[in-house]
């Protein structure tokens, strides 16, 4: 997609009632008018190209030029990855499907693709399962995945053909994520996001956040929270939604956060630095990683990952961007890249 497209999509997308709110939101807590925080907003959408989210999750308010130069942008952000992944090879993230061809050896799970896979074989595959997820194989975000609990279906030829129908094609047999996160949340599985840089044929971990619902939603990216998690599986971080909410404890299960304790974190860095190796050519990518009894599955990889989320002031009251921790790691490498 052509970046004034982006840029486009980027305008057209604007909620101008969670804009409205965010704006609000910021001058309270920063002393200014509603007017004064709008007008910056445009100011540094002109200037930098951000978004209202942008504003808010760098903390524009309150940033200097320096600082502002460290922050990844929209439009940023597009040239970086449009020179880190080779688009030629964005199907093998882009495409869940050929990812979990590819990326199988990580996924803990099984799998089938309904255009190559006759009704006997799918009933085959559900036999003993009591659910399974059908998914579109290039939507994002959670979208349109339906979470099917095969007791109640009585028609399984119906079954097969309306999926197909919807074009949810993908069939992926249910992940169980271990009970110290179910304890959390067991309404979805709640993913960690892992994100790499590869340098040199070297993989660099270079921001996490551990993705939680905080209603009953079955997929993430529905209504989330996010927190850092240090190798020992602590929360290094506050935590934080979208809105610039802080918790304490999870707003159903009532759990405080500082008496959690993730586990397999360091497995599962270990698990993104190794698959950022697999398909080299994508050097940027953001892994969805999900914690069962048995240790890290990879959910997906995003090869065009959220920014906003890894350089979240909120997380610790940063006020340094991930364009310098991209440019830290590329060194020199930096000059080829016209942002």
């Not at 305008?11 to 101008?16: C, L």
């Not at 892994?287 to 890290?296: E, F, L, N, R, S």
């Amino acid at each position: 997609m052509a970046l004034r497209n982006v840029m486009i999509s980027k305008i057209k997308a604007i909620n101008y009632e969670k804009l409205d709110k965010l704006a609000t939101d910021i001058a309270k807590r920063n002393n200014k008018s509603k007017t004064y925080v709008k007008l910056d907003m445009i100011k540094n959408f002109l200037q930098y190209g951000i978004g209202y989210t942008d504003y808010l999750k760098g903390d524009y308010i309150n940033l200097t030029k320096e600082q502002k130069k460290t922050f990844v942008t929209t439009k940023s952000f597009y040239k970086l990855l449009k020179y880190l992944n080779k688009e030629t090879y964005i199907a093998t993230m882009s495409d869940k499907l050929v990812f979990n061809k590819i990326f199988k050896k990580y996924l803990g799970r099984e799998f089938i693709d309904l255009r190559t896979t006759s009704i006997s074989e799918f009933k085959n595959f559900i036999k003993n399962k009591k659910v399974i997820f059908a998914k579109p194989p290039t939507d994002f975000g959670g979208h349109g995945i339906e979470k099917i609990v095969l007791k109640n279906e009585k028609n399984i030829d119906k079954l097969y053909n309306d999926l197909k129908k919807k074009k949810l094609i993908l069939i992926e047999d249910e992940i169980v994520q271990h009970e110290e996160l179910n304890k959390l949340n067991p309404y979805a599985v709640n993913s960690f996001r892992i994100v790499t840089l590869v340098k040199d044929n070297k993989a660099y971990i270079i921001g996490n956040a551990l993705r939680i619902n905080i209603d009953d939603a079955i997929a993430i990216g529905c209504s989330d929270a996010y927190m850092r998690l240090s190798e020992d599986g602590t929360i290094s971080s506050r935590v934080i939604d979208d809105v610039a909410n802080i918790y304490e404890e999870h707003p159903i299960k009532k759990i405080k956060f500082n008496t959690v304790k993730v586990p397999y974190v360091k497995e599962a860095f270990d698990m993104a630095l190794e698959a950022a190796l697999v398909v080299p050519e994508i050097r940027y990518v953001g892994w969805d990683i999900a914690i069962t009894k048995d240790g890290p599955v990879i959910m997906e990889g995003n090869e065009y990952p959220s920014y906003g989320l890894v350089q979240y002031y909120l997380f610790n009251d940063e006020h340094e961007g991930h364009l310098k921790q991209i440019a830290d790691i590329l060194g020199d490498e930096m000059d080829k890249i016209k942002l």
